[in-house]
Antibody
């Protein structure tokens, strides 16, 4: 059974750097899926942040690309998200997820439980 | 266009059929996936690809890929189906994922 678990700070000040880690169990991150991050703002809108493939290829939401890095640690079966210079607009619940493609169309079949981030001075 | 548009709210009488739609230019080239989210929970995948359902998803949930726009149909809505529903796909460039704004379904 595939399980994902996020870990990271719940509170940051503006301009700080967010680092979240997703620990994956029940499936190796090197076996054919993408591994990504999605966030949900307080108004409940879902926003894809980006995802990474086992070969290290990354894909990012254009509006976040300059501040976001996704990396993978295959030895720990984990992947991570780094967001620099956070602002209140980054306040959201952050989900890590497994992303697949069928007929070139994406789907997210496993989600972590989500970790809440508040950015406030 | 890099947007997917959903009706914000939809209601259905218990046991009746309801259709939730998702509009966007990119859906002419890619299939939509559909998610259900209940309060305090992560979204769960309902439909992907050509009307594929993950194991454990009841068959009252189905996806329409023909016609315009793509839609999620719940045949015989149950009280437990009251939730937020989101569609997702690729954007027109093909390189990024996008989500619809969500539809809040009320079961009367």
């Amino acid at each position: 059974q595939v399980q994902l678990q996020e870990s990271g700070p719940g509170l940051l000040k503006p301009s700080e750097t967010l680092v979240l880690t997703c620990s994956v169990s029940g499936y190796p991150v090197t076996s054919g899926y993408y591994w990504g991050w999605i966030r949900q703002s307080p108004d409940k809108r879902l926003e894809w942040i980006g995802h990474i493939y086992e070969n290290g290829n990354t894909y990012y939401e254009p509006s976040l690309k300059n501040r976001v890095t996704i990396s993978m640690d295959t030895s720990k079966n984990q992947f991570s998200l780094k967001v620099t210079s956070v602002t209140a607009a980054d306040t959201a619940v952050y989900y890590c997820a497994r992303v697949g493609f069928r007929y070139s169309s994406p789907f997210v079949d496993y989600w972590g439980q989500g970790t809440s981030l508040t950015v406030s001075s | 266009s890099s947007e997917l548009t959903q009706d914000p709210t939809v209601s259905v009488a218990l046991g009746q059929t309801v259709r939730i739609t998702c509009r966007g230019d990119s859906l002419r080239g890619y299939y939509a996936s559909w998610y259900q989210q209940k309060p305090g929970q992560a979204p769960i995948l309902l439909i992907y690809g050509k009307n594929n359902r993950p194991s454990g998803i009841p068959d009252r949930f189905s996806g329409s890929t023909t016609g315009d726009p793509p839609s999620l149909t719940i045949t015989g809505a149950q009280a437990e189906d009251e939730a937020d529903y989101y569609c997702s796909s690729r954007d027109s460039s093909g390189n990024h994922l996008i989500f619809g704004g969500g539809t809040k379904l009320t079961v009367l």
